[in-house]
DNA sequence: GTATATGTTTATGTATACATTAATGTATGA
DNA sequence: TCATACATTAATGTATACATAAACATATAC
């Protein structure tokens, strides 16, 4: 029924836990507290363990535990680069993909959703919304591969969330560019869509890193 | 010792079978049999398939083995999208870093030893030599992520290579890419490195997936 | 002859036991 | 006091045993 092995469990349970700040960057945990924690033996602790460890969230050193690993202000620099590359590959196939209005309902109502929480003041309900248009652009890109990668970055991202979300200024300039790529695409501007798409991420990237760098979370 | 455990063994093993065409690809093999093979328990060899589940090599797929991961054309023009855009980037930073000389000898060497292949008609060598030439290009746009993701992408190139390497034309355009890109990033011409390595890529990703598809090489 | 239900087989998912080995602590000597 | 060698500890790496559940085959009903 349920149909969901413990392998599964641990590597959401942990994500959930990793996100959520519950397993701090930087701690180590033992294969066997993780293992008591989540109820389970430690064999699918340590297979879900290999996996987030593919996924960059976690490192396994031997005999050191399992370390959440950090991420610094250098990582978020090369993690915002691949990004940006790759999101504007997506929204340049996209807008080649002459897709219709209906193709993208996904896309504009995220839009929408961002302007609302915006108006409302709701950072985590604008984070959500945004997440949702990022995932959505790079899923119309048509390439799994690229939206696998993407995914795993967009992870490490999210880590940072917790910290940036609140003293990065109010995402203004986004939400029209959001605009601006989303029309690209629905008229097919192939250029426009792709270099705007950049831009926005490449901005993106130096905020977060200057907000990062001043803040010292370079080892955390 | 030679301390290396029994999953890094598996892993380069499977590898190297994998590579060697010895475990063909859309092939599936019991857990149970490759232990045997490899001279070791399942556990081992249950944690280095999900290590190579994870790099896009093999397949767990529940109750059916595992499958060594098919590549075809369509996984090919994936693959050289993202190669394309991951491996420009690295060459505007390494154009952006103001590299000497020296520091790129490494590539300057690789450059050479393909000329000299191609002039002995030794595709294999040339083969090697551009697979170092790449790797070093991406080396020198210091992001480590990008390395991994690049290295993850061309392992899954080199599978189809023993297809299409006999079959393509000979690559004499590209010794004369490399160096333009090379003397690009030597006198700091960000663009030109760019957009140089951007079309050498996007020309091979052309090439090969015609290739391919001509070649039936869909499901395989 | 087809389709459904039932039984059998068997590969995997998981738990557990054990061997290995790195890290820590202790003692000895200078 | 410090350094080195040794013993101890304990976490991981690996093997093994077993429960589970999917795939296959068989049989039965229509």
Redesign the pocket.
Known sequence: MG????????VSALRQMIFAGELPPGS??????L?EQL?????????AALMLQAQGLVE???????RISPVSATDMAEIYDILTELESLAAARAAQAQYSKSDLATLATAIRDMDAALAADDLRAWAEADDRFHRELVRLGRNARLSMVVSVMRDQVRRARATTLFMRPKPKQSNEDHRIVYQAIARGDVQTAHDTHHAHRQAARDMLVALLEKHQFHGL
Do not use: K
Not at 3 to 10: G, P
């Open positions: 149909a969901m092995s413990n392998v599964e469990r641990a180590d945990h033992l294969e066997s507290e293992a109820g389970m033996s430690r064999t699918p602790v340590r297979e396994m050193r031997p005999r050191r535990g399992i």
